[in-house]
């Protein structure tokens, strides 16, 4: 299986007891929502502003577009926050597939020194500090490839 969202799918229905996605309907289907707009969205961000954990770019990937798909990034996650996240720090309280699709999202932030508001500060902290997401932030930094174009 090849597509992000396939994959949490199967995930979520061969391990429902791991809690993929809230248990709620109202916020399951907004998570769901949200992923899939992660999933299929934000053009301009993933053009402009490349994932790359391995490096620091304050204040380069301005582009026509990049700073509607930050403010419209920052509303979902402050909905979601105050309709769903009273459990927790993440988007429906507690960790689920959503977060795990927005982990990019916050390292492109942490890479280009986004500024963020008063809600999305504090939901980009806790998904960076997720173990998950620590894991995989320093596999990444400890890759011995390197690409030219994005490795400046």
Request: aromatic letters at 12%.
């Amino acid at each position: 299986m090849w597509d992000s969202l396939a994959i949490a799918e199967y995930l979520a229905e061969i391990a429902p007891e791991a809690g993929l996605w809230p248990a709620d309907r109202p916020a399951r289907a907004t998570a769901r929502a949200v992923a899939a707009e992660m999933h299929s969205g934000f053009a301009a961000l993933r053009r402009h502003m490349p994932l790359n954990v391995r490096r620091s770019s304050p204040r380069k990937g301005r582009a026509p577009g990049v700073d509607e798909d930050i403010a419209r990034i920052q509303a979902l996650w402050a909905d979601c926050r105050r309709r769903f996240g009273a459990g927790g720090p993440y988007l429906f309280g507690s960790w689920s597939a959503a977060d795990a699709f927005y982990a990019p999202v916050v390292s492109r932030f942490r890479t280009y020194t986004v500024e963020l508001d008063g809600t999305a500060r504090p939901y980009a902290d806790a998904v960076w500090s997720h173990p998950d997401v620590r894991e995989w932030a320093e596999g990444a930094a400890r890759e011995p490839w390197t690409n030219p174009e994005f490795d400046l």
